[in-house]
């Protein structure tokens, strides 16, 4: 690849919602405050609560779900594209291939007359020379009959 190339495959695949922006803190204060929701939960007896405990223990996974789903999203996209190009390809390869044989009957016929004018030129030729030799001859016995009658 070059500089380019490998610059433009770089920001395609590169997705920065896959970094770890927050370090193992505020992983360890989310853990704290989904344990400190799940007791409260549990004390009060609160299903609301514990869905917020759940929630907020899940929601460090939100952003790379989100990334995911959007990365999968774009590559059925890309999917998607690929196939239309493909099929315009194939389409376009099979016309090409069609007019290719064509042309080449074309050509075979255009060939074949060519061959069929040359032969009848031969032969007009030939016919030519002859009748060029029959009148010549004319001319000789024409020559004669005027002297045999002088």
């Known amino acids: 690849l070059s500089g380019d190339d490998a610059h433009d495959l770089f920001t395609r695949t590169f997705n920065p919602a896959l970094v770890q922006k927050s370090s193992a803190v505020s992983s360890r204060q989310r853990e704290e405050a989904s344990k400190l929701l799940s007791d409260l ?3 009060h007896n609160s299903p609301r609560l514990a869905t917020l405990a759940y929630k907020v223990k899940l929601d460090a996974f939100e ?11 774009q590559l059925l996209k890309e999917k998607a594209d690929e196939i239309k190009h493909r099929d315009f390809c194939t389409g376009e390869f099979n016309t090409n291939q069609i007019q290719t044989e064509r042309k080449e009957r074309e050509k075979g016929d255009y060939v074949a007359k060519m061959e ?11 016919a030519i020379e002859g009748l ?9 016995q024409m020559t004669r009959a005027g002297e045999d009658r002088e």
């Open 132 to 140: 060029k030799g029959e009148i010549a001859e004319m001319q000789v």
């Open 116 to 126: 069929d004018l040359e032969m009848s030129i031969k032969e007009l030729g030939h």
């Open 41 to 43: 939960a549990r004390k």
């Open 63 to 73: 952003r790379v779900k989100k990334a995911i789903d959007d990365m999968i999203a």
